[in-house]
Structure formats: C-alpha cells, structure tokens
C-alpha cells in the first residue's frame, strides 16, 4: 500500500490530525487498489451474500446472516459502531469497480483494555491476492491516527490459517495470555505491539 486517503473533498484543511478529531470523517480510505467507504444502507444484499457465503464464514458460523432483514440488522449494528469513533468499511477492488469484502475497527474493552477490534472478510473470488492485508494496514493507521493508545486486536479463531497470516502480515503478534472465548469457540488473540509503558 502505498498511501491512505480521505474523502477531504476540495478542503485543503482536512488534514491527518483534524481528522482524527472530528467523528465521521473517514468515510472512504484508498489505497492502491481497494476503496474503503463507510456502509450504505444499499450494501445489505452484499452484506447478505458475504455472510452467507460458507467459505467466508466456515470459521465464524456465529456470524451468519440468514435473509436482507439479518442483513440491514448488521448494517444497524456496524452504524452503531460508528458512534465510538471508527467501524468497517466496505471495501471495493478500483480497478474491476466491484464490491469485495468488509474490513475495518470497532472499539471494544479486551480484559478491560479499550482496543480496536480489527475485522476482514472477503468473498472467496477476491481471496490470495494481498487484498485483506492490503486493506487492514489501512485500517490500523486509521485506528492509530484517531486514537494510538488502544491496541489493535485480532479474534482469531485456531483453525482460521489465512486469517492468523493476515494478522501476522500487518504487523499483529500472538497475544496467548489475552485468548478468550468467543461466540464460535476459544479464540486467538493477535495484536499489535503494546507500547512501552502501556502493556
Ligand atoms: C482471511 C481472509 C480475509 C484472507 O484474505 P486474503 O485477501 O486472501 O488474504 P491475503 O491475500 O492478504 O493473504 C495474507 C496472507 O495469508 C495467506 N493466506 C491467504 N489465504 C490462505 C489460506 N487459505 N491458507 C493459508 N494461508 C493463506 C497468504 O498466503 C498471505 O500470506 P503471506 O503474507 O505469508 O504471503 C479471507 O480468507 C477471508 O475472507 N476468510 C473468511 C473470513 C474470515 O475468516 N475472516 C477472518 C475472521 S477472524
């Protein structure tokens, strides 16, 4: 990835550090290959698709979605995560102009630390290309810009290999003391390296 935009539009003042202060800016992230912009209630029937996809969700049952109801349910939920500053994105490949898969963060306390939970899941068509690492190291130097002293995790569960190397690409670490259990089964957390003073 070469570089993270925003949608600043024509307002030259919309710079990194407002940004991170102002909720609700970072609406679209662009990276070399994938545009990242904040969900609309029109992306249910994608939203739909990728979670009932077996492949996208053979590791997280828990998150299927059953019909366009469960679908704009989801949508509700991930707006309510907008809320606490930062949430997912529905990310689209630019050059096919086609909508992929779902990457962001959402606040969350992990053991009663405030962290970023770092989500992606692509449709199998966009799979082994670079594109969920592609997109998450986009999304944890957002995370960082709007609030650094969170760490970014990662719920992993033990059998999901592609989702741990993902996690291993961008830069998270295996955190076994801080492992829990999940609504699929025990995860594994990943995440990024605690900074000194912090844990
Ligand atoms: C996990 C997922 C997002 C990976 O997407 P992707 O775009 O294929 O990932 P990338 O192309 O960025 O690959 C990143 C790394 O994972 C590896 N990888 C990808 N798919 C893999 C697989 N099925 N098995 C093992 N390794 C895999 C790649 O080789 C690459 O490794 P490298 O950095 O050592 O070269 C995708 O498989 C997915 O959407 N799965 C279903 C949803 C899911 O489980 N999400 C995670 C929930 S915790």
Redesign the pocket.
């Known amino acids: 990835m070469g570089w993270v935009g925003f949608d600043a539009g024509s307002d030259t003042r919309w710079r990194w550090g407002m940004v991170a202060r102002t909720p609700g800016m970072w609406s679209e992230i662009r990276t070399d290959r994938l545009l990242l912009r904040r969900p609309i209630d029109a992306d249910a029937p994608f939203v739909l698709a990728l979670h009932s996809?077996p492949?996208?969700?053979?590791?997280?049952p828990a998150?299927a979605l059953r019909d366009l109801a469960d679908a704009h349910a989801r949508l509700a939920t991930w707006s309510r995560h907008w809320r606490q500053g930062l949430g997912y994105w529905i990310v689209e490949e630019t050059a096919l102009v086609r909508t992929i898969?779902v990457?962001g963060v959402k606040a969350v306390d992990l053991h009663g630390r405030p962290s970023w939970n770092?989500?992606?899941?692509?449709?199998?068509v966009?799979?082994?290309?670079?594109?969920?690492?592609?997109?998450?190291r986009a999304c944890i130097q957002v995370a960082a810009q709007v609030d650094a002293s969170r760490p970014v995790v990662?719920?992993?569960?033990p059998s999901?290999?592609?989702?741990?190397?993902?996690?291993?690409?961008v830069g998270l670490v295996r955190r076994p003391d801080l492992d829990l259990d999940g609504d699929d089964g025990p995860?594994e957390i990943w995440s990024t390296a605690p900074r000194t003073g912090t844990g």
């Open positions: 996809d492949q996208a969700i053979a590791h997280n998150d898969g990457c770092l989500l992606y899941r692509f449709l199998p966009a799979w082994g290309r670079g594109y969920a690492s592609e997109a998450a990662a719920r992993i569960r999901n290999s592609a989702s741990s190397r993902v996690a291993k690409a995860d």
